[in-house]
């Protein structure tokens, strides 16, 4: 199993910040350092100094480790037009030496668009938009070169373009598609999906879904197996029952409500629930949600006390 780090820096962070995270995790030996793509902080927290743009700080880290993988979970298609954002992310794996993985999807929180001036179309719209912009960055990223690409979609045209540049990775970084959708999100999964991912979702959610996923891919003729699955949860761990409680009440959830809902308790506890999750799901990778940015402490135990009890 993968372990990775996700973050949500909108809650409050610099990127200085997120740079002590990912090089502690990279030095950990996470897979990889993830983060959100938002522009507005949700809940009751402050939020400063401010939002941090997803691919402008993965370029950053980029430069700045050595080893882990770069992310985002997930890019919201409102925020960029497909062309711009598949020279973006090409750029930034060629700055990573071909460590990037795109996770994208359709948008959903109608605030943080109109605190920015981003327009923010119905869900039929957003997801149409969705559709299309999957293909045409895997287009564009697909298309040989000295050849052009060209799409007429409904909402996106493409005529003549290069194609360029290219990433690192041939024919392209890892797409990421995630949700709990039960028809188009399947479908779209089953097209382009190098990996799926749940986030926040309970085992039998995860179940149903990841089911789906794996019916579109059959229909497709695709093997089922060859998609990723994935999930993202909380990560609250201590080895004592006083820290725990820290840990939780710094991040303003419960104990007791992790536990049920997330990856919480001693390293014992989240390492059955780990097991859990293997067995009754198939995934074989799981991003742990640090809420706590300033809690290094706490991504080195999961990394010394989990990490060798199911990787």
């Not at 430069?63 to 882990?68: D, F, L, Q, V």
């Not at 060629?94 to 460590?99: A, F, I, L, V």
């Not at 097209?191 to 179940?207: H, S």
């Not at 780990?274 to 290094?296: A, E, H, N, P």
């Amino acid at each position: 199993m993968d372990f990775r780090i996700f973050t949500e820096p909108q809650q409050g962070a610099t990127y200085d910040d997120l740079l002590r995270v990912a090089r502690c995790a990279e030095d950990a030996g996470y897979d990889a350092f993830f983060r959100s793509d938002h522009y507005l902080k949700m809940g009751g927290v402050t939020g400063l100094p401010g939002p941090t743009d997803a691919w402008i700080t993965l370029a950053g880290l980029a430069r700045e480790t050595s080893r882990i993988r770069l992310g985002t979970l997930m890019t919201a298609g409102t925020f960029r037009h497909p062309g711009p954002l598949a020279i973006a992310v090409a750029q930034v794996d060629h700055m990573s030496g071909g460590r990037v993985e795109f996770g994208i999807g359709s948008g959903w929180f109608a605030e943080e668009h109109t605190a920015y001036g981003i327009p923010f179309p119905g869900v039929r719209e957003r997801f149409d938009r969705y559709a299309e912009q999957l293909a045409v960055i895997t287009g564009l990223w697909q298309t040989s070169e000295g050849e052009t690409f060209s799409y007429q979609g409904e909402h996106y045209q493409l005529t003549d373009s290069p194609a360029l540049p290219k990433p690192a990775q041939r024919p392209h970084p890892p797409v990421l598609i995630g949700g709990v959708g039960a028809k188009r999100t399947p479908k779209l999964a089953a097209r382009y999906a190098d990996e799926f991912n749940l986030p926040f979702v309970d085992i039998d959610t995860a179940v149903t879904q990841f089911e789906r996923v794996a019916a579109a891919c059959a229909e497709k003729g695709r093997d089922p197996r060859s998609v990723v699955r994935s999930a993202a949860l909380v990560g609250c761990v201590a080895k004592d029952e006083a820290r725990l409680a820290e840990r939780a009440a710094a991040i303003g959830r419960e104990v007791e409500e992790l536990r049920r809902n997330g990856l919480a308790g001693s390293p014992a506890e989240v390492v059955d629930k780990l097991g859990q999750w293997k067995d009754k799901t198939g995934i074989t990778r799981v991003y742990f949600q640090m809420m706590d940015l300033t809690d290094l402490d706490q991504i080195e135990l999961i990394a010394t006390e989990v990490f060798p009890q199911v990787s």
